[in-house]
């Protein structure tokens, strides 16, 4: 399994509308090909800043079927205009778990 991280600073005043942006987009993510989880984490030392974290079976269901597809641009649609800055976005995968 592929983990997105999704490093997003968002203007200030902005969080609750980028919240309900992004719980208004998660119908987008569970129906893309190979998404098995959501989640949204709020950086409580800096209350401009999300992770958002998405749980992928394979890095070409996030990288080409979902990047390349129309529920993608509805997703930048619905938070985008938010962004502070472009968001910063790395893949990882687990090598050790207990």
């Given at each position: 399994?592929i983990?997105?991280?999704a490093?997003?600073?968002?203007?200030?005043?902005?969080?609750a509308d980028?919240?309900?942006?992004?719980?208004?987009?998660?119908?987008?993510?569970?129906?893309?090909?190979?998404?098995?989880r959501?989640?949204?984490?709020?950086?409580?030392?800096?209350?401009?800043?999300?992770?958002?974290?998405?749980?992928?079976?394979?890095?070409?269901?996030?990288?080409?079927?979902?990047?390349q597809?129309?529920?993608?641009?509805?997703?930048?649609?619905?938070?985008?205009?938010?962004?502070?800055?472009?968001?910063e976005?790395?893949h990882?995968?687990?090598?050790?778990e207990?």
């Amino acid at each position: 399994m592929i983990r997105e991280m999704a490093h997003i600073t968002v203007k200030p005043g902005t969080q609750a509308d980028f919240e309900a942006g992004v719980r208004q987009a998660l119908p987008l993510f569970h129906r893309a090909r190979g998404c098995k989880r959501v989640e949204l984490h709020h950086i409580i030392e800096n209350p401009q800043q999300y992770v958002l974290m998405v749980y992928w079976e394979t890095l070409d269901d996030h990288m080409v079927h979902f990047r390349q597809s129309e529920d993608f641009q509805a997703w930048r649609g619905l938070v985008g205009g938010f962004f502070e800055k472009a968001p910063e976005v790395v893949h990882s995968e687990v090598t050790i778990e207990e």
